[in-house]
C-alpha cells in the first residue's frame, strides 16, 4: 500500500496509507454532521475530496471554466505590515500602492482597504484621514475596494473600553450584569459600524466588510446583523460582506435574538439566512482547523457545514480558506499544497460561489 504526503492542521508534514486518508476523511464529516445536525458527505463526495488529498502533484486547482470570483480580508495589511497573524510581508509602502500591487500584479477581483488597526471602533476618530485614503485610492484603481474591519466588540470594554467585560462579570457568577453589558455593548457597536461604514461608502468606498463577525459571540452577531440593516436602508446600493469567526455562534450572552431567532449555537448554514434578511451581499462562513488532525479531517468537516451553507443561500457564499480556519494550516504562511487543495475541494464539492 502507497503512501500519500499529508499535512496536519498544523502545518507538518506526515506521511499516510489511503485506508488513513480515507478514514481521516469519513471521521471529519461524521464530527460536523453530528454537530450541526446536516447530512454528511455522501460517497461519491468522500471520493472525490480522497482524489483531492491523493493526487501526487504539489499543486491542485479547479477544471478551467470553473474559477471563481476572490474576495479579500486584511487586504493591503498582508503586504505592507506584520500583521495578519505575523503574515504581513512588511513591505515599506502605503495601502494605495499594494492596492495596486494587487490589481495590476497579482490580478486580485477585489481588494479590502483597511486600517492597520483593522477595528471600527479605533478608526471612529479617524475617519476624515480614511476618507481621503480611500478616495485617493480609488482614483488609481479599478477593481472594486471596499473598507474592512471586526466589530470587535471586546475593544468595547474596560479598562481600554467604557463598558464592563460580560466575560469577567460572567466569572464572577453577575450573569444579569453581563447581559446588560452585552446590551449596552452591541448598542454602541452597531452605532459606531454604521457611522463608519456610511461615511467610507459616501467618500466612494464601493461597500464595507464585516470581518470576523462573532469573535464576541451572539452580541458581536448581532451587531454585525443590525449594523447591516441600517446600512442597506440608508444606502441602498451599497455592498455588504460578512466573515465569520468561527463554525458556531458562541453564547456570551445567549438570549439575544435577531429577526426572532436565538443567535447562540448557530451553525453556517442558519446564519447565512440571518445574514441574507439583513441585507448581506456575500456570506463567508469560517470552519475552524483543529491543528492536531489532517487537513483531509478538517476539509471533510468544511465541506459538511459549507455544502448545506451554500444550497440554503441566496446570496454569494464566500468560504474563508485563510490561516487557521477552512482546512488551512495554523501557520504565518499557509503551503500551497495545503491551501490549493483545500480550495479546490470547496468550490467542485460544495459548489462556493467565491473564495
Not at 463577525?213 to 451599497?238: C, M, N, V, Y
Not at 476539509?299 to 480556519?325: D, Q, S
Request: proline share 5%.
Amino acid at each position: 500500500m502507497g503512501k500519500i504526503l499529508q499535512r496536519f492542521g498544523d502545518g507538518y508534514l506526515h506521511e499516510m496509507t489511503d485506508a488513513e486518508l480515507e478514514r481521516d476523511i469519513e471521521e471529519g464529516t461524521k464530527d460536523a454532521a453530528k454537530r450541526a445536525k446536516v447530512p454528511p458527505l455522501s460517497e461519491d463526495e468522500i471520493k472525490h475530496l480522497f482524489d483531492i488529498y491523493s493526487f501526487p502533484r504539489r499543486f491542485v486547482s479547479v477544471e478551467p471554466g470553473n474559477e471563481v470570483v476572490l474576495s479579500h480580508d486584511g487586504g493591503t495589511l498582508k503586504l505592507n505590515v506584520g500583521v495578519s497573524g505575523g503574515a504581513g510581508h512588511g513591505l515599506d509602502i502605503g495601502r494605495r500602492l499594494c492596492t495596486e500591487i494587487y490589481e495590476r500584479l497579482l490580478g486580485s477581483d477585489t481588494m479590502d482597504f483597511g486600517h492597520v488597526d483593522y477595528s471600527f471602533k479605533p478608526a471612529k476618530n479617524i475617519l476624515a484621514d480614511e476618507q481621503e485614503d480611500m478616495e485617493q485610492t480609488l482614483l488609481s484603481t479599478i477593481i472594486p475596494i471596499y473598507y474592512g474591519a471586526m466589530p470587535n466588540l471586546g475593544a468595547y470594554t474596560q479598562p481600554d473600553g467604557p463598558f464592563p467585560n460580560p466575560m469577567e462579570l460572567l466569572t464572577e457568577g453577575k450573569i444579569e450584569e453581563a447581559k446588560a453589558a452585552c446590551e449596552e455593548i452591541v448598542e454602541a457597536a452597531t452605532r459606531d459600524m454604521v457611522y463608519i461604514a456610511s461615511g467610507m461608502y459616501e467618500a466612494g468606498a464601493d461597500g464595507v466588510n464585516f470581518d470576523t463577525t462573532g469573535a464576541f459571540g451572539d452580541a458581536d452577531f448581532l451587531a454585525a446583523l443590525q449594523a447591516s440593516e441600517i446600512l442597506r436602508k440608508k444606502h441602498p446600493g451599497i455592498f455588504i460582506e460578512m466573515g465569520m469567526a468561527g463554525e458556531f455562534i458562541l453564547g456570551i450572552h445567549g438570549g439575544l435574538t435577531y429577526d426572532g431567532v436565538r443567535l447562540a449555537g448557530l451553525y453556517p448554514h442558519q446564519q447565512v439566512k440571518l445574514a441574507e434578511k439583513a441585507g448581506v451581499n456575500i456570506f463567508g462562513p469560517v470552519v475552524n482547523t483543529n491543528t492536531r488532525r489532517s487537513c483531509a479531517w478538517n476539509m471533510a468537516r468544511v465541506l459538511t457545514f459549507v455544502k448545506p451553507c451554500v444550497e440554503n443561500a441566496e446570496i454569494p457564499v464566500h468560504p474563508n480558506m485563510g490561516m487557521g480556519v477552512g482546512g488551512s494550516p495554523l501557520t504565518p504562511i499557509i503551503a500551497i499544497d495545503a491551501v490549493s487543495r483545500g480550495s479546490t475541494a470547496v468550490v467542485e464539492i460544495a459548489r462556493a460561489d467565491g473564495l
